[in-house]
């Protein structure tokens, strides 16, 4: 069982930026496949970024660029660095876990999720 929280959410005007974390209880977070995904109001869940227990990475096409995460092992933590925000990054933003897959960009194969942290980005 992995237990993740996220936190580092908040109001950010277009163009600044937001590192968000993702703390795991339960498990060490390197031996899990790792991914953010974010959901808006009226909207769909949507992939924004994986990191691999390998450390490989995706990104959505929306944010690559300006998105990059991290881990820190020591602190079994994950970060989503989120730069050049714009207004339609707003969302609730979750971290999920996955000890079968070696990385995914599909919501589908994440067993463990956190509750969340809102980000909102003003115009």
């Known amino acids: 069982q992995v237990v993740l929280v996220e936190s580092g959410g908040g109001l950010v005007q277009a163009g600044g930026s937001l590192r968000l974390s993702c703390a795991a209880s339960?498990?060490?977070?390197?031996?899990?496949?790792m991914g953010w995904f974010r959901q808006a109001p009226g909207k769909e869940r949507e992939f924004v970024a994986a990191?691999?227990?390998?450390?490989?990475?995706y990104y959505a096409d929306s944010v690559k660029g300006r998105f990059t995460t991290s881990r820190d092992n020591a602190k079994n933590t994950m970060y989503l660095h989120m730069n050049s925000l714009k207004p339609e990054d707003t969302a609730a933003y979750h971290c999920?876990?996955?000890?079968?897959?070696?990385?995914?960009?599909?919501?589908?194969?994440?067993?463990?999720w956190g509750q969340g942290t809102q980000v909102t980005v003003s115009s």
């Open positions: 999920a876990a996955d000890r079968d897959y070696s990385i995914s960009r599909y919501a589908r194969d994440y067993e463990f």
């Open positions: 990191r691999g227990r390998s450390g490989t990475t």
């Open positions: 339960g498990r060490t977070l390197s031996n899990y496949a």
